[in-house]
C-alpha cells in the first residue's frame, strides 16, 4: 500500500492548515491510521491516531483540543485539521498506516512539512 501525504506549508502562529494523506492501492478501511511528527532536533512523535474498526481518536496532549484526525472513506483518505497552531508545530508531518491487525505501523508516506512562524 502507498500513502501520499500534502497540505502541508507556512503558516502564521494561530493560523490553520490541513494535512490530507490519500491511501493508494487498497481500501484502508481495514486499517488504523495515525500522523506522526518530527520538529526541528526532535524524535519523531505520534500525534494523532483513528482506529479502523470504530473510528476512536486519539491525540497526544500538545495538541488536543487543536487537531482532529477524520476519515473520508469516498477519497481514501486521511484528514488532519489542525487549528490554533503554535511554532512548536513546526516540522514534517508523516501518516502511517498498520497494514496488520495488532502491528506496527508498517506504511508510511513521504512526509510534509508544516513551518509555524511566531
Known amino acids: 500500500v502507498q500513502l501520499q501525504a500534502s497540505g502541508g506549508g507556512l503558516v502564521q502562529a494561530g493560523g490553520s492548515l490541513k494535512l490530507s494523506c490519500v491511501v493508494l492501492?487498497?481500501?484502508?478501511?481495514?486499517?488504523?491510521m495515525g500522523w506522526f511528527r518530527q520538529g526541528p532536533g526532535k524524535e519523531l512523535e505520534l500525534i494523532a491516531t483513528?482506529?479502523?474498526?470504530?473510528?476512536?481518536?486519539d491525540y497526544t496532549d500538545s495538541v488536543k483540543g487543536r487537531f482532529t484526525i477524520s476519515r473520508d472513506t469516498s477519497k481514501n483518505t486521511i484528514i488532519l485539521q489542525m487549528n490554533s497552531l503554535k511554532p512548536e508545530d513546526t516540522g514534517v508531518y508523516y501518516c502511517?498506516?498498520?497494514?496488520?491487525?495488532?502491528?506496527?505501523?508498517?506504511?508510511w508516506g513521504q512526509g510534509t512539512l508544516v513551518t509555524v512562524s511566531s
Open positions: 483513528i482506529r479502523s474498526n470504530d473510528s476512536k481518536t
Open positions: 492501492g487498497r481500501s484502508f478501511s481495514s486499517y488504523d
Open positions: 502511517a498506516a498498520k497494514t496488520a491487525a495488532g502491528g506496527s505501523y508498517d506504511s
